[in-house]
């Protein structure tokens, strides 16, 4: 989790942030979002980390800088005084069931967003899908030819996860598709509060399909609901067969696996059963559709599953 793996110590940011002004935004389909920035030093109102926890200074010097973040960073460096604890505790048990409570606050709190997001989905009848994947898997690229051969059957938004750059974000309104960019700064996922704010710029239709393209991470997008209806994985044949089983907790979350570029397969020494198998190993029964974002190969199957899902979406708002 992000106090282990130190994430979000930088700055989360939208498109159009800047420090303490009002910005206009306009969206490919002429839409105009005004929005405020502000500037909270660190993770922003989007973070949604749990900054009302305070230090809890109990004589223990851990670094307690007083900037205010009332967020703990995990910066326990050893000098706590071990006189000052319950006692018999030790240095590192103090530390670690300080992580733990800080990690049950980060989910509970992210869990609170995440069922206002899936309670406005469901209203609206929006099929909301977390795509999750390691760099270079081919997400935006798959991404990309969904929304182009999709184009017009009904309408469509996408919410773009990355460190740095609006890179993807361009790409994909490039297809026509209104998108926002969410970019993490040194946090390596996204989370609920930020779907929320970026749907509340952004804008999303009712009865359409909402894509999240989450930062590459096969480790803590796992972690965090966003009020998504299905998490979806991408695996690329160039990696790994044993990709499951290293990111056991990736696997057993997904509702859907994707594995993209298999015209590459005749070039390659992949193991597609094994990795299958594995998969299948975390979650028994769970769907698998062989694609290729590059020559459309088994493309039609992942759209008949979304156009599924939304019509389910649809019929229960």
Same mark, same amino acid.
């Not at 490919?28 to 200074?57: F, L, N, Q």
């Given at each position: 989790?992000?106090?282990?793996?130190?994430?979000?110590?930088?700055?989360?940011?939208?498109?159009?942030?800047?420090?303490?002004?009002?910005?206009?935004?306009?969206?490919?389909?002429?839409?105009?979002?005004? /929005?405020? $920035?502000?500037?909270? %030093? &660190? =993770? +922003?109102?989007?973070?949604? @980390? #749990?900054?009302? !926890?305070?230090?809890? *200074?109990? /004589?223990? $010097?851990?670094?307690? %800088? &007083? =900037? +205010?973040?009332?967020?703990? @960073? #995990?910066?326990? !460096?050893?000098?706590? *005084?071990?006189?000052?604890?319950?006692?018999?505790?030790?240095?590192?048990?103090?530390?670690?069931?300080?992580?733990?409570?800080?990690?049950?606050?980060?989910?509970?709190?992210?869990?609170?967003?995440?069922?206002?997001?899936?309670?406005?989905?469901?209203?609206?009848?929006?099929?909301?899908?977390?795509?999750?994947?390691?760099?270079?898997?081919?997400?935006?690229?798959?991404?990309?030819?969904?929304?182009?051969?999709?184009?017009?059957?009904?309408?469509?938004?996408?919410?773009?996860?990355?460190?740095?750059?609006?890179?993807?974000?361009?790409?994909?309104?490039?297809?026509?598709?209104?998108?926002?960019?969410?970019?993490?700064?040194?946090?390596?996922?996204?989370?609920?509060?930020?779907?929320?704010?970026?749907?509340?710029?952004?804008?999303?239709?009712?009865?359409?399909?909402?894509?999240?393209?989450?930062?590459?991470?096969?480790?803590?997008?796992?972690?965090?609901?966003?009020?998504?209806?299905?998490?979806?994985?991408?695996?690329?044949?160039?990696?790994?067969?044993?990709?499951?089983?290293?990111?056991?907790?990736?696997?057993?979350?997904?509702?859907?696996?994707?594995?993209?570029?298999?015209?590459?397969?005749?070039?390659?020494?992949?193991?597609?059963?094994?990795?299958?198998?594995?998969?299948?190993?975390?979650?028994?029964?769970?769907?698998?559709?062989?694609?290729?974002?590059?020559?459309?190969?088994?493309?039609?199957?992942?759209?008949?599953?979304?156009?599924?899902?939304?019509?389910?979406?649809?019929?229960?708002?």
């Amino acid at each position: 989790m992000c106090t282990v793996c130190g994430c979000g110590q930088g700055e989360t940011t939208m498109e159009g942030d800047h420090h303490g002004h009002e910005h206009e935004h306009v969206l490919p389909d002429g839409t105009v979002v005004r /929005h405020a $920035h502000h500037h909270d %030093h &660190g =993770h +922003g109102p989007a973070h949604g @980390h #749990g900054h009302e !926890h305070e230090h809890e *200074h109990e /004589h223990d $010097h851990a670094h307690g %800088h &007083g =900037h +205010g973040h009332g967020h703990h @960073h #995990g910066h326990d !460096h050893g000098d706590l *005084h071990m006189g000052h604890g319950p006692a018999g505790a030790s240095v590192a048990g103090m530390s670690q069931t300080r992580l733990v409570q800080i990690e049950q606050d980060i989910l509970a709190k992210n869990d609170g967003f995440a069922t206002v997001n899936r309670q406005l989905f469901a209203a609206k009848g929006v099929f909301a899908l977390n795509l999750m994947s390691s760099p270079g898997s081919g997400k935006t690229t798959l991404l990309v030819r969904t929304l182009n051969d999709l184009k017009g059957r009904f309408p469509m938004a996408v919410i773009e996860g990355d460190q740095q750059t609006s890179f993807d974000a361009d790409r994909i309104r490039a297809t026509g598709t209104p998108a926002i960019q969410v970019n993490t700064g040194k946090g390596c996922h996204l989370d609920a509060q930020m779907v929320t704010q970026a749907v509340g710029r952004l804008g999303v239709a009712d009865g359409s399909v909402l894509f999240v393209e989450n930062v590459g991470n096969l480790v803590c997008p796992a972690g965090f609901d966003l009020g998504e209806a299905h998490k979806v994985v991408v695996l690329s044949v160039t990696e790994g067969e044993d990709k499951p089983l290293k990111y056991p907790a990736m696997f057993a979350a997904a509702d859907l696996l994707l594995v993209n570029k298999v015209d590459l397969l005749p070039h390659l020494a992949f193991d597609l059963p094994r990795m299958v198998e594995y998969a299948r190993r975390l979650k028994p029964g769970l769907p698998v559709l062989e694609v290729s974002a590059a020559t459309g190969e088994g493309m039609e199957r992942w759209y008949a599953w979304i156009e599924a899902g939304l019509a389910a979406a649809r019929k229960a708002a």
